[in-house]
């Protein structure tokens, strides 16, 4: 049998590929005023996610050629905690094709400098489809690279 970065299902169909990540945002991180932070943090987020997909499936951080759909819902803050996470959703020979959603989960609060609280439900910050392209196998020598 030919080893899959896939888990199968019963049934016998590969689940999608999925990867996560959660981090929290620091205090040097706000931005603008009202200590927001900037959207491009997520999509760094997310790029990071992408990379990871193409390692798991193809062995290789691939290149990001195009975000899609991106959409920003709702605020995010220095000391916020957020879960990021993406989905292959449709693969070709050489392209990977993500869905991508990011949640804060942890929420900075106004009590303290340093206080937070656990939200009872995830808060969607940012969705978004990316695109990326793997390189294409080349057969390499026996034992070479």
Do not use: W
Request: neutral net charge.
């Amino acid at each position: 049998m030919t080893p899959t970065n896939d888990v199968e299902r019963t049934g016998g169909e590969p689940e999608p590929l999925t990867v996560g990540l959660r981090v929290r945002i620091g205090q040097e991180e706000a931005h603008y005023g009202g200590r927001l932070v900037d959207g491009a943090r997520i999509l760094r987020l997310f790029g990071d996610l992408v990379t990871e997909v193409t390692i798991r499936s193809d062995g290789d951080e691939g290149l990001l050629t195009e975000y899609a759909d991106i959409r920003f819902t709702a605020p995010v803050h220095p000391g916020d905690y957020i879960e990021a996470t993406g989905r292959v959703v449709r693969s070709t020979k050489l392209r990977r094709f993500v869905e991508l959603t990011a949640r804060k989960v942890i929420a900075a609060t106004d009590e303290g400098p340093s206080s937070a609280a656990v939200l009872p439900e995830p808060v969607t910050v940012c969705t978004a489809r990316a695109t990326t392209v793997v390189p294409r196998k080349t057969p390499t020598a026996k034992g070479g690279r």
